[in-house]
């Protein structure tokens, strides 16, 4: 089936806000795009540094240290046990794996994709460029008998929504009767701000509690973009099924889908050093605490939220709306439209900006109420 016209890049509908929002005296306060601004922890770069004599190929399925460090990493950081190398793989940023996993898998016409409601639009792509239906649920009872493929994303991107145990579990035993692989994007997963989340470690779906210690069928995916600051590493992996690793290398390796070496290297350190994680954790509490208050000061309601980089809030009115009110006051926000069909009140701040422009963006709504 040959690739069909893909919807146009939703980001570029911003470009009038985002000029407005630059014409601020005081200058644009960008929440828009999660992209980290502090800097690569050092540990990373030297690691980085101390690997660019990199003359031969590197391995598609990543060095041993690797896959030993992302084993011991799950072990450590999420209480993932009974993983092997065996069970995990290296992969160019975590973006890249879920726009083309479902046609490695062999996925295409007449399968489901199954993703959130409030999700990230590259599920959708995915499901788009191997000609599959793509379906918005978070009930494991709405997913059709044709679904083969079900996305979950926990804490979420947009709404910080975490997915619990017994969530995971039941997601799991349906994608079981379905005969369907089940993907949880992880990513945010070091980040429990509110709730139990604030104290409780956030589930894996690769948790014993979830998989009963059977992986088969089950994945989760992790970055090290935003623990970490390396988006422009392009660092992440995957791990659990056996069997579904083992065919993404396959094709990986046919296709020359490596992580470069030095950059594996890089993730070693990464992956060995939590102190790092710690410190950039509390940075972006502290940015939260200053922009939820400004926040609720100006008249939105702050929904979900309890996990990750986001605060998705509402004042009411249709997302554009308040896109529209935020320009005017300098900041730049990313409409509830762009992430599907079921919140188009809501708009998504990212807690990814200075400190100084989280001041600032906080100190113009609160004096901004209507």
Excluded at 132 to 157: F, M, Q, V, Y
Excluded at 247 to 256: A, D, F, M, P, T
Aim: hydrophobic share 45%.
């Amino acid at each position: 089936m040959a690739l069909q016209p893909l919807p146009d890049y939703p980001w570029d509908a911003m470009a009038p806000f985002a000029e407005r929002a630059r014409s601020h005296p005081d200058g644009i306060a960008d929440l828009s795009i999660g992209s980290p601004v502090d800097a690569t922890p050092g540990v990373v770069r030297d690691a980085l540094s101390a690997a660019t004599d990199a003359h031969a190929y590197p391995t598609t399925a990543g060095t041993p240290a690797l896959r030993e460090a992302i084993v011991a990493w799950f072990e450590r950081r999420r209480g993932v046990t009974g993983l092997g190398v065996e069970n995990v793989l290296p992969s160019i940023g975590s973006k890249e794996l879920v726009a083309l996993l479902p046609f490695m898998i062999g996925l295409g016409a007449g399968d489901t994709i199954v993703h959130p409601k409030a999700a990230y639009p590259t599920y959708a792509i995915g499901a788009a460029l191997c000609g599959a239906e793509a379906k918005a649920s978070d009930d494991p009872a709405e997913w059709p008998e044709t679904t083969r493929l079900i996305w979950l994303n926990s804490p979420g991107n947009p709404d910080g929504r975490v997915l619990d145990v017994a969530f995971l579990r039941a997601a799991v035993a349906r994608a079981r009767e379905l005969g369907a692989v089940v993907i949880n994007d992880e990513c945010y997963a070091e980040l429990g701000w509110s709730g139990q989340w604030e104290s409780t470690p956030i589930p894996s779906i690769l948790d014993e509690r979830v998989t009963g210690g059977d992986s088969s069928g089950i994945l989760a995916i992790y970055s090290l973009s935003k623990q970490s600051n390396m988006a422009g590493y392009r660092a992440a992996f995957a791990a659990g099924c056996a069997e579904t690793i083992a065919r993404l290398l396959n094709v990986r390796k046919h296709s020359g889908l490596m992580l470069p070496g030095p950059l594996q290297a890089a993730m070693v350190a990464a992956l060995m050093d939590d102190a790092h994680v710690a410190e950039q954790k509390e940075r972006y509490r502290a940015r939260r605490d200053i922009l939820v208050p400004a926040l609720l000061a100006a008249g939105f309601r702050i929904d979900f939220s309890e996990a990750g980089l986001y605060l998705w809030a509402t004042e009411g009115r249709d997302a554009w709306a308040s896109i529209d009110r935020l320009a005017d006051l300098g900041i730049l926000a990313g409409p509830g439209h762009f992430y599907g069909e079921f919140y188009p009140d809501h708009v998504r701040l990212s807690l990814t900006a200075t400190d100084e422009r989280i001041r600032a963006a906080a100190s113009r709504l609160q004096g901004s109420r209507i």
